[in-house]
């Protein structure tokens, strides 16, 4: 080899120094290095990581399962057994012997309200708490630590523990004064106010009831209680103070801190507003994001055509180092249990009313035309199967339009999509984005089974025929509506059972297999970010985002897959997340 020899030369030309015994050790290294070379033996600096002992599960076709990985400066520059793992080991090198632990790519949670959940925090925590009295208790400790002007926000009450009633506008105006006071159920669809909040909304005796919403009244006055339902949450959904950079910078360390204890590494963000996005910006640039984030940025018909501009321009201009803000989000449909996602037939308990689509047909057309033109990605909320069309034939609008090119589009939640739309999302490249803990037999399935009727809540999430389909189906949560824990989510994918256990599969023939679902939560989702040269796999030249599990999920009843522990979460062969368990050396 060619630079061997021209060492060698240098060698000999270097002879007859005036220290004769540093020269020979010089000319002894210089050597070793030629031998090195010419010998072939690998000449990297040795890794700074080097995993072994394990069960790989590489996500890599050509080498699915190895048994020892090598990181060098958050690359991973070795895949395979542990003999050839030695050529990368030095004494530098920190050693982990996995004890036939499972190591795989960390999960990429395609649908999460990360920066959102994470604010959680700065509210009054209320769920758990079973008797008025606690309430109320709990609901003037919180006031007591607020800063001037700050809501009293309480979340997450249980509607009976008031027997429906919940606490009246009087004993929130006692505890909260002229402060505004605001407490929500965990849907959010369910608040009670004071007066504080009323008057800002302008909501009195006289202000009519919304379509699709509740004022509730006094029998005799007529005057609000406070009580308001559905669509009439909406003006008050408006008045709430967004977080400020700091309240959100804690937020997303709690929230990050949270994900990357179950083995996420990337995610996206669902719904990420201006100020979110600046938090993100802020966190990327001080090197704070323990995860890679997609920021999908709201558009909605009320923004106006330059939203489109500012959304482009937002993506374009962002170089983060772990952040990218190529995605806008839609909602084309709501849900069903208020009777508001879009169906092609009409609600089986409401004859004639097929639900509600939220956006014009030809305005979705025109606005996902313009973001595909432009290379953005669209993440579309869709629940019914008039939904899930309507944005497919934008879609393909837009494809028939713009020309070809690398897509990713995305469909999240896609809950009633027919075999005719998986057939054609397969067909355009679509992705689904299911959120697998929806797939269990539990209180939320029973509330989409009423609307519905039962036959065709037989439909509902066909995930095991979207991938039979050809459709590249990712998960994602929904955190904070729904666990965090993708095993949780894979497990309910693969047994469709309560995940409390006990109780019988719900359509047990739709259950997809361990090796779709970790595809989905790691190479699919990495596709859909537009990452997959980056991570999602554990090949050399990726990135080090790995997860290391207590035990091999292929030898675990898939009735116990959640509580398989996480121990070790890498980001770019950093720590984010590790279990006393596994020794850092
Ligand atoms: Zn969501």
């Known amino acids: 080899m060619k630079p061997a020899d021209d060492r060698r030369t240098e060698l000999a030309c270097s002879g007859g120094s005036l220290n004769p015994p540093i020269n020979r050790i010089t000319r002894a290294l210089l050597l070793l290095i030629v031998l090195v070379a010419a010998g072939g033996v690998e000449a990297d600096p040795a890794a700074d990581l080097a995993l072994e002992g394990g069960a790989v599960y590489t996500l890599d076709p050509g080498r699915p399962w190895a048994q020892a990985v090598a990181i060098s400066q958050g690359r991973i520059v070795y895949v395979g057994d542990t003999k050839g793992l030695a050529a990368h080991v030095g004494p530098e090198t920190r050693r982990i012997d996995l004890h036939g632990r499972m190591l795989l790519p960390g999960f990429h949670d395609s649908h999460?309200?990360?920066?959102?959940?994470?604010?959680?925090?700065?509210?009054?925590?209320?769920?758990?708490?079973?008797?008025?009295?606690?309430?109320?208790?709990?609901?003037?400790?919180?006031?007591?630590?607020?800063?001037?002007?700050?809501?009293?926000?309480?979340?997450?009450?249980?509607?009976?523990?008031?027997?429906?009633?919940?606490?009246?506008?009087?004993?929130?105006?006692?505890?909260?004064?002229?402060?505004?006071?605001?407490?929500?159920?965990?849907?959010?669809?369910?608040?009670?106010?004071?007066?504080?909040?009323?008057g800002t909304a302008g909501i009195d005796a006289d202000t009519p009831e919304p379509p699709n919403g509740v004022i509730e009244r006094d029998a005799i006055t007529g005057e609000p209680t406070g009580v308001l339902r559905d669509a009439a949450v909406e003006p008050v959904w408006r008045l709430i103070p967004e977080p400020g950079p700091e309240q959100y910078r804690a937020a997303l360390q709690r929230a990050s801190a949270a994900a990357n204890a179950v083995g996420i590494t990337s995610i996206i963000d669902a719904?990420?507003?201006?100020?979110?996005?600046?938090?993100?910006?802020?966190?990327?640039?001080?090197?704070?994001?323990?995860?890679?984030?997609?920021?999908?940025?709201?558009?909605?018909?009320?923004?106006?055509?330059?939203?489109?501009?500012?959304?482009?321009?937002?993506?374009?201009?962002?170089?983060g180092?772990?952040?990218?803000?190529?995605?806008?989000?839609?909602?084309?449909?709501?849900?069903?249990g208020q009777h508001t996602a879009a169906l092609e037939a009409s609600y089986q308990d409401r004859p004639g009313d097929r639900g509600t689509l939220r956006i014009e047909p030809a305005w979705l057309s025109e606005t996902i035309r313009r973001l595909d033109a432009a290379g953005l990605q669209v993440h579309l909320h869709?629940?019914?199967?008039?939904?899930?069309?309507?944005?497919?034939?934008?879609?393909?609008?837009?494809?028939?339009?713009?020309?070809?090119?690398?897509?990713?589009?995305?469909?999240?939640?896609?809950?009633?999509?027919?075999?005719?739309?998986?057939?054609?999302?397969?067909?355009?490249?679509?992705?689904?984005?299911?959120?697998?803990?929806?797939?269990?037999?539990?209180?939320?399935?029973?509330?989409?089974?009423?609307?519905l009727g039962e036959d065709r809540a037989r439909e509902l999430l066909p995930i095991r025929s979207a991938f039979e389909s050809g459709v590249t189906v990712v998960g994602g949560s929904d955190w904070p509506s729904e666990s965090i824990d993708p095993l949780a989510a894979i497990q309910v994918a693969l047994t469709r059972r309560p995940l409390a256990g006990g109780g019988t599969a719900?359509?047990?023939?739709?259950?997809?297999?361990?090796?779709?679902?970790?595809?989905?939560?790691?190479?699919?989702?990495?596709?859909?970010?537009?990452?997959?040269?980056?991570?999602?796999?554990?090949?050399?030249?990726?990135?080090?985002?790995?997860?290391?599990?207590?035990?091999?999920?292929?030898?675990?009843?898939?009735?116990?897959?959640?509580?398989?522990?996480?121990?070790?979460?890498?980001?770019?062969g950093v720590p984010v997340y590790r279990d006393p368990a596994i020794a850092w050396p």
């Open 112 to 198: 999460i309200h990360l920066l959102a959940g994470g604010t959680r925090n700065d509210r009054c925590q209320l769920r758990g708490l079973a008797w008025p009295d606690a309430v109320l208790a709990a609901l003037r400790s919180c006031a007591a630590r607020l800063a001037e002007g700050q809501w009293l926000y309480g979340t997450d009450l249980d509607e009976s523990v008031f027997a429906g009633r919940g606490p009246t506008r009087q004993s929130l105006d006692a505890i909260a004064g002229e402060r505004p006071a605001l407490v929500r159920d965990e849907s959010g669809r369910l608040f009670w106010v004071n007066s504080a909040v009323l």
């Open 271 to 319: 719904r990420v507003t201006p100020t979110m996005l600046d938090a993100y910006r802020r966190a990327d640039a001080a090197g704070e994001l323990s995860v890679r984030v997609l920021a999908s940025q709201p558009i909605a018909p009320k923004d106006g055509r330059g939203r489109i501009d500012e959304l482009i321009s937002a993506a374009s201009s962002l170089h």
């Open 506 to 572: 719900w359509i047990p023939e739709q259950r997809a297999s361990l090796a779709e679902m970790l595809a989905a939560y790691t190479l699919n989702g990495a596709r859909l970010a537009g990452r997959e040269q980056l991570t999602g796999s554990i090949e050399t030249g990726k990135a080090a985002d790995l997860v290391v599990l207590e035990r091999n999920l292929f030898e675990v009843d898939p009735m116990n897959l959640q509580q398989v522990r996480v121990l070790l979460t890498l980001l770019d």
């Open 321 to 336: 180092n772990r952040l990218s803000a190529g995605s806008a989000k839609i909602f084309v449909d709501g849900e069903f």
């Open 382 to 451: 869709v629940m019914g199967d008039r939904a899930i069309r309507l944005a497919l034939d934008a879609i393909e609008g837009a494809i028939q339009a713009n020309g070809p090119r690398r897509r990713r589009h995305q469909l999240a939640h896609v809950a009633l999509p027919g075999q005719e739309n998986l057939a054609r999302m397969a067909a355009l490249g679509v992705v689904a984005d299911f959120q697998m803990l929806w797939a269990q037999p539990d209180q939320e399935m029973r509330g989409a089974i009423g609307p």
